[in-house]
């Protein structure tokens, strides 16, 4: 499979997820920092924690390595890893990002953050439509 298949899968699945889970949003600890692990029992943790395993989230945030790119990157397993460290930190970005979210929606900077992420990485605009079109979400 394409790396831009594999890219638009990841993060129409990160959309729809947050879009219906808008309280999974912000995964952060008592501190405000973000974190790859669940703070609460009904998260799955962040954008990338929910696609890592939970021994690997916990490594993370002991280490307080929160952006993708501060020794993290080359530690998430191979699938991951495909999707590009630019890629992961557009979209981990834009998840931690609470002006990028309305309740149940993105916002408008937020459509335009997926607008950006999907033209700077050539992915199907139409595969995201939904998403960046107000109030179709819903």
């Known amino acids: 499979m394409e790396v831009t298949k594999l890219q638009e899968d990841f993060l129409l699945d990160m959309l729809e ?7 999974e949003r912000r995964n952060q600890n008592v501190y405000g920092n973000c974190m ?6 009904t998260s ?40 590009g460290c630019d890629f992961l930190t557009e979209v981990q970005q834009l998840h931690d990002g609470g002006y990028f979210w309305e309740e149940k929606d993105l ?10 992420i999907v033209g700077t990485h050539s992915l199907d605009y139409n ?12």
Do not use: M, W
Not at 36 to 41: L, T
Not at 127 to 138: D, H, V
């Open 36 to 41: 790859y692990a669940p703070q609460k029992d």
């Open 17 to 23: 997820y947050y879009c219906e889970n808008p309280e």
């Open 127 to 138: 595969r995201f439509s939904k998403y960046l079109t107000y109030g179709e979400q819903g």
């Open 44 to 83: 799955e943790g962040c954008a990338i924690g929910r696609k890592i395993s939970k021994e690997l989230q916990q490594k993370f945030d002991s280490r307080r390595e929160s952006p993708v790119v501060n020794n993290v990157f080359n530690l998430l397993p191979e699938n991951l890893q495909l999707l």
């Open 107 to 116: 916002s408008e900077d937020g459509r335009k953050r997926v607008t950006h």
